[in-house]
């Protein structure tokens, strides 16, 4: 999901289906074909091969912490000494961190916490303050969310993507 290459070209109708299992995570691939112009088990086929090769994730369930009994979401800017990989991965491995980026700039790596407090925000930021090689932490508390999608446009076949 970064900003690095992977080689995969996509042609009119692999960004067709795409779009339509952003649209609706649960259509049918016979739905699917029908768009598209392909056969119910043409479009399993590239779903599959979309799949493999990693350009596409499996189609699911995206909930609202906030909606489930966690009373607090927050991004958290953090600072790094050092390599940012052991960082990461320590983060990765928190239950409460559910996004982690390493970036460039001022903070080297972002991650987004859900937490059922305000206490248990401040415990899991704690525990990130502790992790060899954080130098400093920045909380971005979330009061209300105004956007969220998952449909962000895709490039075709013969779009000029920046290098």
Do not use: C
């Amino acid at each position: 999901m970064g900003a690095r290459s992977t080689g995969h070209q996509l042609d009119d109708v692999s960004v067709a289906i795409i779009e339509q299992l952003q649209e609706d995570g649960r259509r049918s691939y016979a739905a699917i074909g029908k768009v598209v112009g392909l056969s119910e088990a043409a479009v399993r086929q590239r779903v599959q091969r979309l799949l493999e090769s990693g350009v596409m994730q499996i189609v699911a369930a995206v909930t609202d912490p906030l909606k489930l009994g966690f009373a607090r979401a927050a991004m958290l800017g953090i600072r790094v000494s050092g390599p940012t990989a052991p960082v990461a991965d320590a983060l990765v491995e928190m239950d409460e961190v559910i996004y982690v980026v390493v970036t460039a700039g001022s903070i080297d790596i972002v991650a987004e916490v859900i937490a059922k407090s305000d206490a248990d925000l401040l415990t899991v930021s704690d525990q990130i303050r502790r992790i060899p090689g954080v130098q400093s932490t920045e909380s971005f508390v979330y009061l209300e969310t105004r956007k969220e999608v998952y449909n962000w446009g895709l490039p075709r076949p013969g779009d000029r993507i920046p290098r």
